[in-house]
């Protein structure tokens, strides 16, 4: 609950047009894992949504590798949400994403390729 204030705090302290800084879009990325892990699919597709929608809107530098996280959110979401051959697509793109900007062997591309191999394989 504290959690949950602290990052809805951070989205309201953001303002509505949140172009110099990713924090919004990491406080509804952490909003959105928050759901998933409590099962509210409903919730952790709005928040995931939202932080893509945020992220987007940021006209300053910023890590591009949030963006190849928020990606493999979306497929965690997705998977959660039986939608397989979705969160499939969303989290081979987010490998991808994370092969041009990390080191091989960085943990965010370990946590990509874990996303990627904890989808079942899809039987044709």
């Known amino acids: 609950a504290t959690a949950r204030a602290a990052l809805t705090q951070v989205i309201a302290d953001g303002g509505p047009p949140a172009r110099y800084t990713p924090a919004v879009a990491l406080a509804h990325a952490d909003l959105a894992m928050l759901a998933l892990r409590g099962a509210d699919l409903v919730a952790a597709t709005a928040q995931m ?6 992220l987007a809107q940021v006209q300053a530098v910023y890590d591009v ?27 081979a793109a987010g490998l991808v994403a994370a092969q041009g900007h990390d080191a091989r062997e960085s943990p965010g591309l370990q946590h990509a390729r874990g996303v990627l191999a904890a989808l079942p394989v899809p039987v044709r």
């Open 49 to 54: 949504r939202a932080a893509k929608a945020s």
């Open 65 to 91: 590798r949030i963006g190849d996280e928020l990606q493999l959110l979306e497929s965690e979401v997705l998977a959660a949400k039986r939608q397989t051959d979705e969160a499939r697509q969303a989290a």
